[in-house]
C-alpha cells in the first residue's frame, strides 16, 4: 500500500454475496449511514480463514447491536461461499455478507491484492456511516486475527466520533477515562 486509506472513501464498487441463503447485490451506497467492517481473506475452504471467519461470526450479534454490518471479502465467487456456507460448520454460522470478488476489483480498491497470488492480503477496514476508513489492520497469511479486539477498535472509532475532541489511549475499553489532547498533556503522559 503506497499511501493511507485512513480518512478516504471507499471506492466504488459492485458485487455479489451469499447474504442469508440468498444472493445480494452490495455496492459502496450499501455503507452509508452505518458502521461497516470489510474483512479480506485469502480463499474458502483453507485453514486460518475459517477460525477467523468463526470467531467474528460469534461475535456478530453484538457488532450488530453497535450500528455495524460486517462483510467478508474474497476473491472466490459468491457461489463457492455458498457451497462453503452449506459444507462447513463453522462457516454455516456466518450471518454477514460474504462478498465474491472474483475479479480482485474490490481487493485491489482496497490495497489488499496479492497479485502474483490472485488472492486477499488478511485485511481489515472498518468504515464510518460516511463511507471513510477509520481502522486498517494487514496481517501476514498465518496469522488470524482476533474479532474481540476489532470489537474493542470499533468501539473506541465510533467512541471518537460521537466525542469530538476526545481520543482514545492505549488499550482503551469502553466505560474507561478517555483523553482531551492540550499542550497541557504534552510531556505528561
Same mark, same amino acid.
Given at each position: 500500500?503506497?499511501?493511507? *486509506?485512513?480518512?478516504?472513501?471507499?471506492?466504488?464498487?459492485?458485487?455479489?454475496?451469499?447474504?442469508? +441463503?440468498?444472493?445480494?447485490?452490495?455496492?459502496?451506497?450499501?455503507?452509508?449511514?452505518? @458502521?461497516?467492517?470489510?474483512?479480506?481473506?485469502?480463499?474458502?475452504?483453507?485453514?486460518?480463514?475459517?477460525?477467523?471467519?468463526?470467531?467474528?461470526?460469534?461475535?456478530?450479534?453484538? %457488532?450488530?447491536?453497535? +450500528?455495524?454490518? #460486517?462483510?467478508? !471479502?474474497?476473491?472466490?465467487?459468491?457461489? =463457492?461461499?455458498?457451497? @462453503?456456507?452449506?459444507?462447513?460448520? =463453522?462457516?454455516?454460522?456466518?450471518?454477514?455478507?460474504?462478498?465474491?470478488?472474483? =475479479?480482485?476489483?474490490?481487493?485491489?480498491?482496497?490495497?489488499?491484492?496479492?497479485?502474483?497470488?490472485? %488472492?486477499?492480503?488478511?485485511? =481489515?477496514?472498518?468504515?464510518?456511516?460516511?463511507?471513510?476508513?477509520?481502522?486498517?489492520?494487514?496481517?501476514?497469511?498465518?496469522?488470524?486475527?482476533?474479532?474481540?479486539? *476489532? !470489537?474493542?477498535?470499533?468501539?473506541?472509532?465510533?467512541? !471518537?466520533?460521537?466525542?469530538?475532541?476526545? #481520543?482514545?489511549?492505549?488499550? @482503551?475499553?469502553? +466505560?474507561?477515562?478517555? *483523553?482531551?489532547?492540550? *499542550?497541557?498533556?504534552?510531556?505528561?503522559?
Amino acid at each position: 500500500m503506497s499511501q493511507s *486509506l485512513i480518512n478516504t472513501e471507499v471506492k466504488p464498487f459492485q458485487a455479489t454475496a451469499f447474504h442469508n +441463503g440468498e444472493f445480494v447485490e452490495v455496492n459502496e451506497a450499501s455503507l452509508k449511514g452505518q @458502521w461497516s467492517v470489510f474483512f479480506f481473506y485469502p480463499a474458502d475452504f483453507t485453514f486460518v480463514c475459517p477460525t477467523e471467519l468463526g470467531d467474528l461470526a460469534d461475535h456478530y450479534e453484538e %457488532l450488530k447491536s453497535r +450500528g455495524v454490518e #460486517v462483510y467478508s !471479502v474474497s476473491t472466490d465467487t459468491h457461489f =463457492t461461499h455458498k457451497a @462453503w456456507h452449506d459444507t462447513s460448520e =463453522t462457516i454455516g454460522k456466518i450471518r454477514f455478507p460474504m462478498i465474491g470478488d472474483p =475479479t480482485g476489483a474490490i481487493t485491489r480498491n482496497f490495497g489488499v491484492m496479492i497479485e502474483e497470488a490472485g %488472492l486477499a492480503e488478511r485485511g =481489515t477496514f472498518v468504515i464510518d456511516p460516511e463511507g471513510k476508513i477509520q481502522i486498517i489492520e494487514i496481517n501476514a497469511g498465518g496469522i488470524g486475527r482476533d474479532a474481540s479486539e *476489532l !470489537v474493542r477498535k470499533i468501539k473506541a472509532a465510533q467512541y !471518537v466520533a460521537a466525542h469530538p475532541g476526545e #481520543v482514545c489511549p492505549a488499550k @482503551w475499553k469502553e +466505560g474507561e477515562e478517555t *483523553l482531551a489532547p492540550s *499542550l497541557d498533556l504534552v510531556g505528561k503522559i
